[in-house]
């Protein structure tokens, strides 16, 4: 069971990241000149205050404490049915910062960017349906997973976490200058 629930987690975390990293690329590539100017302004202002004042002096878009999963709620999972409703909040949450960067969005760009969001939520709710199936076959949603696998999980589900909100934050930054500039 322990070396089946670890591949798992493995595979998982593989397709949550991909999931994730490649929703964003696709995302800040249909918008590479206005991204590229707030990437610049982000790195010259980042080298003189500190990470969390670097967010809020880059636009005029509010950029939101994004908050997918906390780690309390990540080293808590101790059964497969806790596992399961992590993965599934992460992917909720996800889905719904993206859908209110989508809310900002001019309406020129909501058709591209609805189109690409939508490709990458139907592959997140791919990968939980997997996900869950896997963990489904290893036992009840009350069974405790043995500390080994638990950490990796843990671990796993942070790294996809910590990646996921930097791309976040990446996408609301890439938005503030068509917002302003559509404000003009």
């Known amino acids: 069971m322990k070396k089946l629930l670890t591949a798992g987690v493995a595979l998982l975390s593989v397709a949550t990241l991909a999931a994730c990293s490649g929703k964003t690329a696709s995302e800040s590539s249909s918008k590479d000149s206005k991204a590229s100017s707030s990437k610049v302004e982000k790195s010259s202002t980042s080298e003189s205050k500190s990470s969390s004042s670097s967010k809020s002096a880059t636009s005029s878009v509010d950029i939101p404490e994004i908050v997918l999963l906390t780690d309390d709620e990540i080293d808590n999972a101790k059964t ?74 843990a671990q796993q589900i942070k790294s996809a976490r910590d990646i996921a909100q930097k791309a976040l934050e990446g996408a609301y930054q890439s938005i503030a200058p068509l917002l302003s500039s559509s404000a003009e």
């Open 80 to 153: 497969l049915g806790d596992m399961k409703t992590i993965y599934g909040k992460m992917i909720d949450n996800y889905t719904k910062y993206l859908k209110e960067i989508g809310d900002k969005i001019p309406a020129s760009g909501k058709e591209a960017y609805n189109k690409q969001v939508d490709a990458g939520i139907q592959s997140m709710e791919t990968a939980r349906k997997a996900f869950n199936e896997s963990l489904s076959s290893l036992g009840s949603d009350d069974t405790v997973v043995p500390e080994q696998p638990r950490a990796q999980f």
